[in-house]
């Protein structure tokens, strides 16, 4: 394989590849003069030059939050950075409705819910509600689209169930809450149960929620991730996407880079 060219790049705060980043974070101390100082000794101890503490404000009770401005020797190789994405070519609400007609001649099934003990539902809502997030349209809207939106704190054997009642094309899991990693227990133990089931590779299994990434959910198992600023119709053309392709029927105008083999 041909080496790519090295693209070098640093971040950019007054002038190009200046290194200035701007920092926040927060200290367990009251807001002093002496406070200041330590978030600038802090900074300097991660290795930063030229700090300053831009702001500074009480959070709480003996809480401090601080924005610095610092300078970073550091670069990066941005060609040498490989990472899978979810990039599909995006047909608009009433085009998408008649290529599933089109190409698909029925309606395609979905299901979803926040599993396991999340109760966060504004996610899973935002992708599926008729009324949808940002200015689109959730997946209830679509006429050639059957969306069933099972709500918080549901196991995922019993969206497994469900959804496999129904024969369902997709399964989307909406995972919120993180401390611990459980949304990564959770959605393993999901593909566990969807494996049992014999769906992997045969139902699109997608994992959403805002500390999920493509990358992740490849590695959990899933055929895509979705973090924070999906919006329902990007959720929409994957899935019709992923069908086809199950069906044999990929278009290849719509390629996307990194899907699972
Ligand atoms: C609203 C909210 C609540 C509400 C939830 C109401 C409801 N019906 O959902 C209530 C008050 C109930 C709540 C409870 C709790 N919460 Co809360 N909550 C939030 C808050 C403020 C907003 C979350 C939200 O609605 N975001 C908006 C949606 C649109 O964004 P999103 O979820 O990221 O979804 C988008 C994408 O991620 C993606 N997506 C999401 N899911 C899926 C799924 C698929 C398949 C796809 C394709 C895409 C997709 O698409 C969406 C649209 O772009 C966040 C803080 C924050 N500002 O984010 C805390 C937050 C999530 N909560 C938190 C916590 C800790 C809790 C509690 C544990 C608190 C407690 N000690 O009781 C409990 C949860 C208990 C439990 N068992 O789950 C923490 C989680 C920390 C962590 N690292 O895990 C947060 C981050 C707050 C914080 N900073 O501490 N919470």
Redesign the pocket.
């Known amino acids: 394989m041909v080496k790519p060219t090295k693209q070098i790049i640093r971040p950019y705060g007054d002038r190009r590849d200046d290194g200035v980043v701007q920092l926040s974070f927060t200290l367990p101390v009251p807001l002093s003069e002496k406070a200041k100082e330590a978030a600038a000794q802090f900074a300097k101890k991660m290795g930063f030059s030229d700090v300053k503490v831009a702001a500074a404000e009480r959070a709480a009770d003996n809480y401090s939050f601080f924005i610095v401005y610092a300078r970073s020797g550091m670069y990066i190789d941005y060609a040498e950075i490989d990472v899978p994405e979810v990039v599909i070519k995006k047909m608009g609400f009433d085009d998408l409705n008649a290529f599933i007609e089109k190409k698909v001649k029925r309606r395609i099934v979905v299901f ?1 819910a ?1 599993t396991g ?8 809502d ?2 599926l509600n008729m009324k949808g ?2 200015g689109d349209y959730g997946l209830e809207r679509y006429p050639w689209f059957e969306a069933y939106n099972l709500g ?2 549901v196991p995922n054997e019993d969206l497994i169930a469900k959804a496999v009642a129904k024969n369902a094309d997709a399964i ?8 611990r990693d459980v949304h990564k227990d959770n959605s393993r133990q999901f593909i566990d149960v969807a494996k049992a089931k014999g769906l992997h590779g045969r139902v699109t299994l ?7 990434d493509h990358k992740l959910a490849l590695d959990l198992g899933f055929d895509a991730g ?6 329902p119709s990007d ?1 929409a053309n994957f899935i019709v996407h992923a069908l086809l392709k199950r069906m044999g029927e990929e278009d290849p105008n719509t390629h996307y880079q990194g899907e699972p083999k």
């Open positions: 979803g926040c003990t999340d109760t966060h539902t504004v996610g899973i935002a992708i997030y940002a918080s704190q989307l899991v909406s995972q919120i809450v993180t401390q997608l994992l959403g929620g805002p500390r999920v979705f973090g924070p600023g999906t919006k959720v």
